[in-house]
Nanobody, 123 residues
Framework: VQLGESGGGTVQAGGSLRLSCEVT????????MGWFRQAPGKEREFVAS????????EYEDSVKGRFTISRDSAKNTVYLQMTTLKTADTAIYSC?????????????????WGQGTQVTVSS
């Protein structure tokens, strides 16, 4: 399975961006999907996860109410809508996938990773 992110860029604080991640080479509906980020000098951290069904999601505390994860089975794509961006959100954002039996589970550990896309929030 391959994961390809897009949609990163530079935005002013308070602005919005939508990241996309297309999944190829696998059966999209069998994967729990997630987003992670890594800021300079810091470890990679969990951002959000969405279940196979798309019904359930979970978020890291600092992004709750500002970020929304969603998935489109017709396009084999997972999205991360980011609003009210802060300079602290600056990082490389990567999507992740893991085959999982339960359709309504979210996860924080994954097997497959994309290359990442840079998000820079300026003050």
């Amino acid at each position: 399975v391959q994961l390809g992110e897009s949609g990163g860029g530079t935005v002013q604080a308070g602005g919005s961006l939508r990241l996309s991640c297309e999944v190829t080479g696998g059966t999209f509906s069998e994967y729990v999907m997630g987003w992670f980020r890594q800021a300079p000098g810091k470890e990679r951290e969990f951002v959000a996860s969405i279940s196979r069904s798309g019904t359930f999601d979970e978020y890291e505390d600092s992004v709750k109410g500002r970020f929304t994860i969603s998935r489109d089975s017709a396009k084999n794509t997972v999205y991360l809508q980011m609003t009210t961006l802060k300079t602290a959100d600056t990082a490389i954002y990567s999507c992740a996938a893991k085959e999982f039996m339960l359709v309504n589970a979210t996860l924080r550990t994954f097997d497959h990773w994309g290359q990442g896309t840079q998000v820079t929030v300026s003050s």
